[in-house]
């Protein structure tokens, strides 16, 4: 169904980041259980209309690198994409090891570098592994910016998203973490500028943020796990069992659009029921329009009395 100007989008992308899963129920930092936020960052997952096509995690998927957290991670998020008809994206991070993760996630015995490419229906799909082993920052060899070069020279149907755990951006606001950065950016930068690189996608930093690089949009989403707090109080950096969100990536022919989807559960205070859909549907623009823009309407004025929206017939009131 098409409410506005714009068609539905060509491809719909989960991104998400950061959920250092451990052991089975052992809490991080003695506060938080990993496994709950990716739980429910799945079941969220599901709710979503158009439901997503791709499942792209950014990193840092196994706190400590142990084969039982890669286990635990496959067990959880395969089932889920594939009631969905979702692709899975891994990419490494930080907190990965290449041995562990290769084993893990891919049954494969490749210890070096984890680029892959992934083709969604002519959407092009890259994870960068930006990791170093034995270190927090981030960097790329010449060979990997080499491989990736030669996979961008022919452009893809719909373009590339570049997935990447070290994000090339500022980070203004948690200026300690440039320390663990991704090195050389400009080197990528040289390699990705004027190619069919749409988009990049990057977590590290626990917290959403959005820039560009080499003039191509950078998402960054926050973690599953825990997030930073961008505004702490008399702390250096602090991060804290809150704010947990993922992505959503709503690829267009001519545009991306980003929107954050938190994962706690809230208390809904407005809304309309699903059955409004239907309501909806039978109505032309322009009726819709005048049912829901027009302040006067018995739509909006029926709103803004707080009548319960669960005691209303959604068919009436249109």
């Known amino acids: 169904m098409q409410y506005g100007q714009y068609p539905a989008p060509r491809f719909t992308v989960a991104h998400l980041s950061d959920v250092h899963l451990l052991a089975h129920g052992v809490r991080q930092y003695g506060a938080v259980v990993p496994e709950d936020g990716l739980v429910l960052a799945l079941e969220r997952l599901r709710r979503l209309d158009p439901v997503p096509q791709a499942l792209v995690f950014t990193g840092d998927l196994a706190d400590?690198?142990?084969?039982?957290?890669?286990?635990?991670?496959?067990?959880?998020?395969?089932?889920?994409?594939?009631?969905?008809?979702?692709?899975?994206?891994?990419?490494?991070?930080?907190?990965?090891?290449?041995?562990?993760?290769?084993?893990g996630l891919f049954d494969s015995d490749d210890d070096g570098p984890q680029d892959r490419v992934h083709d969604l229906g002519g959407l092009r799909i890259v994870a960068l592994d930006t990791s170093v082993p034995g270190y927090h920052h981030g960097a790329l060899t010449d060979d990997q910016l080499d491989w990736l070069r030669d996979v961008l020279t022919t452009p893809a149907e719909h373009g590339t998203i570049l997935a990447m755990h070290h994000?090339?951006?500022?980070?203004?606001?948690?200026?300690?973490?440039?320390?663990?950065?991704?090195?050389?950016?400009?080197?990528?930068?040289?390699?990705?500028?004027?190619?069919?690189?749409?988009?990049?996608?990057?977590?590290?930093?626990?917290?959403?943020?959005?820039?560009?690089?080499?003039?191509?949009?950078?998402?960054?989403?926050?973690?599953?796990?825990?997030?930073?707090?961008?505004?702490?109080?008399?702390?250096?950096?602090?991060?804290?069992?809150?704010?947990?969100?993922?992505?959503?990536?709503?690829?267009?022919?001519?545009?991306?659009?980003?929107?954050?989807?938190?994962?706690?559960?809230?208390?809904?205070?407005?809304?309309?029921?699903?059955?409004?859909r239907e309501a909806l549907e039978?109505?032309?623009?322009?009726?819709?329009?005048?049912?829901?823009?027009?302040?006067?309407?018995?739509?909006?004025?029926?709103?803004?009395?707080?009548?319960?929206?669960?005691?209303?017939?959604?068919?009436?009131?249109?």
């Not at 109505?283 to 029926?302: A, G």
Request: some cysteine; charged content about 20%.
């Open 64 to 103: 400590k690198a142990q084969p039982a957290a890669y286990a635990r991670l496959r067990e959880l998020v395969e089932p889920a994409a594939a009631a969905m008809g979702a692709e899975v994206v891994w990419v490494i991070g930080n907190h990965d090891e290449r041995a562990p993760y290769a084993r």
């Open 167 to 276: 994000p090339p951006i500022p980070v203004p606001t948690v200026e300690p973490a440039a320390i663990v950065e991704l090195l050389d950016q400009d080197r990528l930068a040289a390699v990705v500028h004027g190619s069919d690189v749409r988009q990049i996608l990057g977590g590290h930093f626990h917290y959403t943020s959005h820039s560009t690089f080499a003039g191509i949009p950078v998402s960054v989403a926050s973690a599953n796990c825990y997030t930073t707090d961008p505004a702490p109080v008399d702390r250096l950096i602090s991060g804290v069992d809150g704010h947990q969100a993922f992505n959503t990536v709503h690829v267009y022919d001519d545009r991306v659009v980003h929107t954050v989807v938190p994962i706690p559960e809230a208390p809904e205070v407005a809304g309309q029921p699903a059955a409004l």
């Open 282 to 318: 039978a109505l032309s623009p322009e009726e819709r329009r005048e049912v829901v823009s027009r302040k006067d309407s018995d739509y909006n004025t029926k709103s803004e009395s707080h009548e319960s929206h669960e005691s209303r017939d959604p068919l009436t009131d249109l």
